[in-house]
């Protein structure tokens, strides 16, 4: 009862998945440390992103700058980029390149302000400087053009950012959002895994609506972070001086979703090998009952014990780990 009942993969069944998870993991800038720091992550019901990491730099496009008032455009744009800028937001890229990324050229920003769904506001120079869309624009009582005059801007998908200064509205900007393929494959992990996804931004443009229409990641499983919670969330995940080093990645979002994805499968893969190895202990406890009654014992002999123990082994080595990480 003893040889059959202590299965020969005792120690594999949990290691080998984490021997798996380790060799996918190193190659690509991360680690989980141990089966504690994976049955914590197994259990994450969401993710927080900011809108950069969604739409990196690389696909933000610039279409087009509309000036209204041509003299002042460069100081206008020098007082937006220095706020854009300071918040490290998704515009950031686009406005670097405007000021061909010389960032000594901005100047000192005060009283950031995100306003839910319509952007910044804040003072440069003692300049009040909005950015976002019409309904901030309107809000702070700029006068902005006709939505007959946005509309031949707005074509194949594209949108626009106002820029105000002093309380004139100075220049617009025409921008388009492009999905990126990476992000694609991991957004789609966290909805296989249903797992809510919850983005940071302080652009207006960036709507649970936009990332459903760019990466077919489920409505119902979307939501911006109001502005009310920005603050909590920043005190929440500032620099510590030190942490529990469960998850290590470096790399970006990417890495980080693509380790806690993996963390669901491996402890799932585990549970499994459990389950087998459970199995093959009622199932061997059985056969030695059955034999002992029937007065055949003598018949399970060594060759029977290891060959018994090898097919349940493999079992516990194929069937768990079928699922690529």
């Known amino acids: 009862?003893?040889?059959?009942?202590?299965?020969?993969?005792?120690?594999?069944?949990?290691?080998?998945?984490?021997?798996?998870?380790?060799?996918?993991?190193?190659?690509?800038?991360?680690?989980?440390?141990?089966?504690?720091?994976?049955?914590?992550?197994?259990?994450?019901?969401?993710?927080?992103?900011?809108?950069?990491?969604i739409f990196p730099p690389e696909n933000v496009t610039l279409h087009a700058i509309k000036a209204f008032d041509q003299s002042k455009i460069d100081s206008v744009i020098l007082d937006a980029a220095s706020v854009v800028c300071s918040?490290?937001?998704?515009?950031?890229?686009?406005?670097?390149?405007?000021?061909?990324?010389?960032?000594?050229?901005?100047?000192?920003?005060?009283?950031?302000?995100?306003?839910?769904?319509?952007?910044?506001?804040?003072?440069?120079?003692?300049k009040r400087v909005l950015i976002g869309n019409r309904e901030l624009m309107i809000h702070h009582g700029v006068e902005v053009p006709s939505t007959d005059?946005?509309?031949?801007?707005?074509?194949?998908?594209?949108?626009?950012?106002?820029?105000?200064?002093?309380?004139?509205?100075?220049?617009?900007?025409?921008?388009?959002?492009?999905?990126?393929?990476?992000?694609?494959?991991?957004?789609?992990?966290?909805?296989?895994?249903?797992?809510?996804?919850?983005?940071e931004t302080s652009d207006p443009n960036i709507t649970a609506e936009k990332i459903h229409a760019a990466y077919d990641f489920p409505l119902e499983l979307l939501q911006i972070m109001p502005a009310k919670t920005n603050s909590q969330y920043r005190s929440m995940t500032e620099e510590q001086p030190s942490a529990?080093?469960?998850?290590?990645?470096?790399?970006?979002?990417?890495?980080?979703i693509r380790a806690i994805c993996d963390c669901m499968t491996v402890k799932s893969s585990i549970a499994k090998g459990v389950v087998i190895q459970m199995a093959a202990l009622i199932i061997g406890y059985g056969i030695i009952a059955v034999f002992s009654l029937v007065g055949d014992l003598g018949m399970l002999n060594f060759v029977h014990l290891i060959l018994y123990q090898l097919f349940w082994t493999l079992l516990v080595l194929i069937i768990p780990n079928l699922k690529k990480l």
């Open 149 to 199: 005059y946005e509309k031949r801007y707005v074509k194949d998908s594209k949108n626009i950012i106002y820029l105000s200064n002093s309380g004139e509205l100075s220049a617009m900007f025409v921008i388009s959002y492009n999905p990126n393929n990476a992000v694609m494959d991991e957004l789609d992990k966290l909805a296989d895994n249903g797992m809510y996804l919850i983005v």
């Open 87 to 126: 918040t490290q937001g998704m515009l950031s890229g686009v406005f670097t390149k405007i000021i061909g990324s010389d960032k000594s050229m901005l100047h000192p920003v005060e009283n950031i302000t995100y306003e839910d769904g319509m952007g910044l506001s804040a003072w440069v120079k003692g």
């Open 244 to 256: 529990p080093g469960r998850i290590g990645f470096i790399g970006g979002a990417k890495t980080m």
């Open 1 to 53: 009862v003893l040889c059959i009942c202590t299965p020969l993969s005792s120690t594999i069944a949990a290691n080998w998945p984490m021997l798996r998870l380790s060799n996918k993991l190193t190659p690509n800038g991360a680690m989980v440390a141990g089966y504690e720091s994976i049955s914590k992550f197994a259990d994450t019901e969401g993710v927080v992103l900011k809108a950069s990491d």
